[in-house]
């Protein structure tokens, strides 16, 4: 059954809903669905499941881009109702021809929607008795499948036997496949036969692998024997240091960190007059030669066009501009942005997914006059990419800090990731920008599992002069955390930085414990720490990171990833897609971005620039 559907405008404004129908819904699906798809660029999805307590529902939507309307029907998820998608289609034809940019309400549109439903549901209905015949006939179609199939079982089998096991069903499959779709079927299996035979042969005759292995047994422990003493040999020798004129070598210095005894009096001022001032209190100017190479390459892309088209319809098209973009016309320019966002590292699936969404608002508007498509489709996707990349809500951490000191309480940040993205070296650039805002900070080593690790962050803390919360090794990372925090409420820190172990997403135990951890201490922001370098894997990454967060906790409303910090961003000239991949992906915001090896080497993620790199 059909819960609500309603017409309401890009702006908000809501001009018609159904009173027929008149359920209340449970949550906010329609709110939801417009802060999570529509204003996220998803709208290129067919659909989009919302779950609430006691509620399930699935929702479906179409646009009118010309007159600037969205056509959305609710309903149950359990249900499967096949008249949804034409209904709207109707709901949406019938309501434009009575559309008037002055009213706000029509009334008199509910006895045209019952009109529609009832339409929408005998065409249902006559499917419904359509589809057992149709499903008569594949299932007679596919026993005659399945019987040939069966005819030809034993020489697959047989073939992957005298192979080893190997993908003997999947071949079958495969061959199936091939043969429906190029229609030599029998070609495929007479060659399997053919393999089948050979193989069949060899077993007959006598055996020539077994009288190659008692021939080679002997000349085998021959060899082992020769490899034993070379390896002996090999032990033996080891190389010495060459020394000049029995002079004995003098003793290098490894160990080149600044240890409190050396230098005591040590602290942040020195530090700051060695490093310099912070990039993230730096603003970062755009240069405009970018846009220039932007308007080439749109007149280079439009050059095919209008050689395939002719100049003089070209032109006139560009004067007195097209009637409604259709998706025929859409298509060449969004394939050529997606190889472009490709090109930057962004992941395929994204990529395809906004080309789909901007498809989706551009498609039915009226092309103005003097402009090619190539350049609309460069500004809705700029628009997009701006909307997507704009942090949702506020991360000055600055202003959260100051408020949670004034509760009396520390601040606490985890750093989540992957293995050896640098979790660590940013957690000490964070530190540092925190001491240049004069916020007392304190560290808390929770990588109980990597050795080296705490020796790691005691010499960041050391070099920083900052306290660092420590237990060793081989301890549970949640109960460290709980009482660095507690030991930082005694000690009036503002700040209590988490460091944790590098843990790949597909392990489980390690996820379980840092899912615990978040669970028992209730930070205040969880930062998850990737590379830029990644493309593709961002996505798994992140994804992964918050089901497996999200299927570990034990309470109903989970702590996911709060945001993003991109490290080695100074290694991937314009490519900068990974930014892109793991906002769409997460939804959470680019806190920071890592630059470099020194303390200052973290600045803000300018979207600006992203933007005009990723459409370069």
Known sequence: MLEQLLIFTRGGLILWTCKELGNALKGSPIDTLIRSCLLEERSGAASYNYDAPGASYTLKWTFHNELGLVFVAVYQRILHLLYVEDLLAMVKREFVQVYDSKRTAYPEFDETFRQLKMEALARAEDLKRSNPVVGNVKKQGQGNETGFEGGGKKKSDGATKNDGGGDGDNNKGRNLENGHSNGNFVVTKDTNLNSNVNGSSDVGAFDVNRLQKLRTKGVKKTETAAKASKAELNKKVTKKNRVWDDAVPPETKLDFTDHAGEDGDRNIDFVAKDQGESMMDKEEIVSSESEDEE?????????????????????????????????????????????????????????????????????????????????????????????????????????????????????????????????????????????????????????????????????????????????????????????????????????????????????????????????????????????????????????????????????????????????????????????????????????????????????KLNVKSIVKTLLK
């Open 295 to 603: 308007d080439d390459n749109a007149g280079k892309n439009s050059k095919p066009d209008a050689k395939s088209k002719g100049w003089f319809s070209s032109m006139f098209q560009s004067i007195a501009g097209k009637a409604n973009l259709e998706k025929s016309d859409l298509e060449p320019a969004l394939k050529a942005l997606k190889d472009r966002l490709m090109t930057k590292n962004v992941a395929e699936e994204i990529a395809e997914k906004l080309c789909e969404s901007v498809a989706a608002s551009l498609e039915g508007k009226k092309l103005a006059s003097f402009t090619r498509i190539s350049s609309t489709v460069h500004a809705a996707m700029e628009e997009a990419l701006v909307r997507i990349l704009t942090p949702r809500r506020s991360i000055d951490i600055l202003r959260d800090v100051h408020a949670a000191k004034e509760q009396r309480k520390p601040y606490v940040v985890v750093f989540v990731g992957v293995n050896g993205v640098g979790k660590s070296t940013n957690l000490a650039k964070v530190a540092y920008w925190l001491l240049q805002h004069k916020v007392s900070v304190m560290m808390a080593a929770c990588d109980t599992f990597r050795s080296g690790a705490v020796e790691q962050l005691r010499t960041h803390a050391r070099r920083l002069q900052i306290p660092i919360f420590e237990k060793g090794y081989e301890k549970d990372p949640a109960v460290v955390a709980k009482e660095a925090i507690q030991e930082a409420s005694r000690n009036g820190s503002d700040v209590v930085l988490v460091d944790t172990a590098g843990r790949m997403q597909d392990n489980e135990p390690l996820m379980r414990a840092l899912s615990k951890l978040i669970y028992l201490n209730n930070p205040d922001l969880v930062l998850f720490v990737g590379e830029a370098l990644v493309g593709n894997d961002a996505v798994d990454q992140l994804s992964k990171f918050n089901q497996k967060l999200a299927d570990l906790s034990t309470t109903p409303n989970p702590r996911l990833i709060d945001g993003i910090l991109l490290t080695k961003f100074d290694t991937i000239d314009d490519k900068v897609g990974a930014a892109l991949s793991m906002v769409y992906i997460s939804g959470a915001p680019v806190m920071f971005v890592g630059c470099g090896q020194s303390y200052t080497d973290l600045k």
